[in-house]
């Protein structure tokens, strides 16, 4: 049993307002690589940062197409593991709840949650890499990346790259949700990129506790109200389990 400070479950069940901020990490028990992981098999000699870029999808758009393709395999493959359970039941008993993620594998709206606010896109949808509309079907001619049917540009996934804006609409609710909290969790994000990571940041200036869950230290760790070490899998579980056991 992982053992939740008392005066942390207590603030969990009197909160009405909880922002929820995931990453990577809440997906690596689904067995979805985290970003900063070494990649493996074919692509181990890839580093992620420098695929997920608009430079290197014009430099070798056939290399970044098909990186994305065997993600979405691994994506599709996959299925919510228990923290994104917890983060459902989460919805379920707080009043004002709002989930933030960074992932771009769907998982969460996979697993049931409703209200979440995708700050990356998402892995599944493909966009027009010219007018950025989404594009849910075209030709396959074998050719890849395959051609937008309305202008014949490449086609994309409708992901945020580095150095891309994020969607305007999702970091302001995120945004007014962080600040609006009364507690906010940082759960299995590195916490390095921005503007995501200072989310936390904002919360704390607001008032927030912070309850950070990873199991490795991250630049949040010394300035979180509460860092609970260890798998998302398990400590969320947990603290459904012992915050509204009663109910
Ligand atoms: C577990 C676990 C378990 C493992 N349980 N935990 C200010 C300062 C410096 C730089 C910048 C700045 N502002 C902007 C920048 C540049 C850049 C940036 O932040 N760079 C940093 C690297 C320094 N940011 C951007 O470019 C952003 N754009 C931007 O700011 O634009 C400005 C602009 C404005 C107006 C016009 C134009 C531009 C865009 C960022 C987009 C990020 N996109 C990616 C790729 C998405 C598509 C894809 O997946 O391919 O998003 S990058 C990658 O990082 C991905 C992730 O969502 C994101 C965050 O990663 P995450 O989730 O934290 O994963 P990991 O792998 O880093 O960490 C996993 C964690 O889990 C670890 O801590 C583990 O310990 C933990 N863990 N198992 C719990 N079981």
Known sequence: ???????????????????????????????????????????????????????????????????????????????????????????????????????????????????????????LRTKCSENSRIVSSWVDKEEEPPRCPNCGAYLRPDVVWFGEGLPHDALELAVEASQDSEIFFSVGTSSIVQPAASLAVQALQSGALVVEVNPDETPLTQYANYALTGLAGKILPELVQQVWKED
């Not at 997906?27 to 870029?53: C, H, M, N």
């Not at 098909?66 to 009043?95: C, D, Q």
């Open 1 to 123: 049993m992982f053992d939740i400070p008392r005066k942390l479950i207590h603030g969990i069940k009197n909160a009405a307002k909880i922002t929820v901020l995931t990453g990577a990490g809440v997906s690596a028990e689904s067995g979805i690589p985290t970003f900063r992981v070494a990649q493996t098999g074919l692509w181990a000699k890839y580093d992620p940062s420098d695929l997920a870029t608009l430079e290197a999808f014009r430099r070798n758009p056939r290399l970044v197409w098909n990186w994305y393709e065997w993600r979405r395999g691994l994506v599709r493959e996959s299925m919510p593991n228990p923290a994104h359970t917890a983060i459902v039941e989460f919805e379920k008993k707080v009043n004002i709840f709002t989930l933030i993620t960074q992932n771009v594998d769907g998982l969460h709206a996979k697993a049931g949650s409703q209200n979440i606010i995708e700050l990356h896109g998402n892995i």
